[in-house]
């Protein structure tokens, strides 16, 4: 067999071609060699791409469930060239990044001993993938290139809706992905998005430097030792339920959707996090321009050079940022799944009411409890995260600029996130990041324009990331700073002249107080402004004022 596809037989591959008429070969997709339940004591699952908290959690949560597991390091901007060299011209920044960051890594195992083969057969890297109508559906095809010209050709790349992973002669997948599976991921992504969330928050107005990290990282520490202890096995007479004939099946759905629910390690691990974080001294009368980001997935998550250190230069520059949590793209797809079931009802091969209905309310179901346990996880961290906007409230912000049935990265939400953020008061400032050339947020960007022209309150700034050209970004960022710093600092003495007091008074009211100091005290908003600080003199000036 000849070589020209740029795969061998020998690395792991099988193909699978046809004879033209023409005398030439059609090329398929090349299928892996399966991931097998009989592999699952010696093979390692790798995984990144999300926040460094998330993945620790995410590594907890594959433990808990019976993997060897590792997530990738944070990618650097060694990581990037090492996936230009070894892909095609042309990929956007999260594909060089991710699949550089994995050949780097696969790289540092065989400098330390281990040979090519070993890594091949006793590594797989586990990544989410699509069709969608950007290069994210070519992804896992990249990625299977660049191995293969890393020297690592037959290395498995597996995708969650994957089903290679089952063989009918092997036997059981080696990756289940049943319904504990992915309500022990839901558990670790919301987890994550409250400890990103509560550290945003609270790290601007932190008085001492660096004491909230080393309490978030003291959190962690709890949190990915309750995941990893969590129970997941069956009692006796929870297991004689479950081999019920008709009635098994919906039990144990009952019965891992309450322990879901209820959690009781979770919540005694969050209220221990949230009595560390509440000792973190904050000054909260420190003026902060709300800086609200959107953009591409990936790089508005990224924490590296993925996103030219985006967050922690504001953080640096005096800002206070606010990142959109996961768990908003987990209830898009609920919302997108629903949206397709009300648009095919009707139409021929989908008439039948009952089973629209059901399928609805399932969906609903899901929702209800989605949002039911981000509401309560928070509340046993201190209560400060809101929840996430409603996605039917951003479709009708969205859909009148950007059709909110048109997919690829994240649709409408881009657009529609900016205008409620602007609307409600909840930043001085939205930055949009994606990676360079990104269809998706191409298209959101031409939008924005209109958007803009509609609310010329807004500042909006998009940045394109291709992991060179940080200073320019930089320097971009800084100079629309500017114009959020001065409305910040407008919007902070507006608050102290209609609460009748000074800053001076209400310093040594605090100082009075010192329980109004503590990180998990934050005022509530609703008061017509943005910011951290105009909303909290707020709140404490009619404290003083009621004599409390």
């Not at 959109?324 to 009707?346: C, H, M, Q």
Request: proline share 4%.
């Amino acid at each position: 067999m000849d070589d020209c596809s740029g795969f061998s037989r020998s690395a792991g591959y099988q193909f699978h071609h046809r004879e033209r008429t023409s005398g030439g070969r059609h090329f398929k997709r090349p299928v892996a060699k399966p991931f097998t339940a009989a592999e699952r004591g010696t093979t390692t699952l790798l995984f990144g791409g999300l926040t460094l908290k998330h993945e620790r959690l995410l590594k907890a949560c594959l433990e808990n469930l019976g993997y060897r597991c590792e997530h990738l390091p944070t990618p650097d901007l060694d990581a990037m060239q090492i996936g230009k060299e070894y892909s095609n011209n042309g990929q956007c920044n999260p594909t060089y990044f991710t699949v550089g960051n994995l050949v780097k890594y696969l790289q540092r195992l065989q400098k330390e001993g281990r040979s090519r083969q070993e890594i091949i057969d006793n590594y797989v890297f586990l990544t989410a993938g699509s069709c969608g109508p950007c290069r994210f559906g070519m992804y896992e095809a990249e990625y299977n290139n660049a191995l293969q010209n890393a020297g690592f050709g037959g290395f498995r790349v597996l995708l969650f809706q994957q089903t290679e992973g089952y063989d009918r002669e092997r036997g059981e997948a080696g990756l289940r992905t049943d319904l504990d599976f992915y309500l022990s991921i839901i558990h670790s992504v919301l987890l994550g998005d409250l400890l990103n969330e509560l550290g945003y928050q609270i790290r601007p107005y932190e008085v001492e430097q660096g004491a909230t990290d080393r309490a978030l990282e003291q959190c962690s520490d709890l949190l990915y030792e309750a995941v990893r202890a969590r129970r997941t096995g069956t009692g006796r007479w929870a297991a004689l339920a479950e081999s019920l004939p008709l009635l098994g099946e919906p039990i144990g759905t009952i019965r891992k959707l309450s322990r879901f629910l209820a959690a009781p390690h979770m919540i005694t691990a969050l209220q221990r996090c949230r009595d560390l974080l509440s000792r973190v001294q904050v000054d909260r009368t420190r003026v902060k321009p709300v800086v609200q980001i959107t953009g591409e997935f990936w790089a508005q998550l990224a924490e590296g050079d993925g996103n030219f250190n985006m967050f922690r230069f504001l953080e640096r520059e005096g800002a206070e940022v606010r990142i959109n949590p996961v768990s908003t793209w987990l209830l898009y797809i609920f919302w997108d799944i629903k949206a397709g079931y009300r648009e095919r009802f009707g139409l021929k091969g989908n008439r039948n009411p009952l089973r629209y209905l059901s399928r609805t309310a399932l969906i609903t179901l899901g929702e209800w409890l989605f949002l039911r346990t981000y509401a309560r996880l928070g509340r046993a961290l201190g209560g400060t995260i809101a929840d996430p906007v409603p996605l039917e409230e951003l479709k009708r912000l969205g859909h009148r600029y950007y059709h909110s049935r048109i997919t690829g990265g994240e649709g409408h939400l881009e657009v529609a996130k900016s205008i409620h953020a602007v609307q409600h008061h909840h930043c001085h400032m939205v930055l949009s990041l994606k990676p360079f050339g990104c269809m998706p947020s191409t298209q959101s960007d031409g939008v924005m324009t209109e958007v803009v022209s509609h609310y010329p309150e807004m500042i909006f700034l998009p940045i394109e990331t291709s992991g060179d050209g940080e200073i320019n970004a930089h320097s971009r960022v800084q100079m629309a700073l500017g114009e959020a710093r001065r409305r910040a600092q407008a919007e902070f003495d507006t608050a102290l002249c209609a609460g009748g007091r000074s800053l001076e008074e209400i310093r040594a009211f605090l100082e009075r107080h010192p329980q109004l100091n503590r990180a998990l005290y934050r005022a509530p908003e609703g008061s017509g402004m943005a910011g951290s600080a105009a909303n909290f003199v707020t709140e404490i000036a009619g404290q003083m004022g009621r004599g409390r």
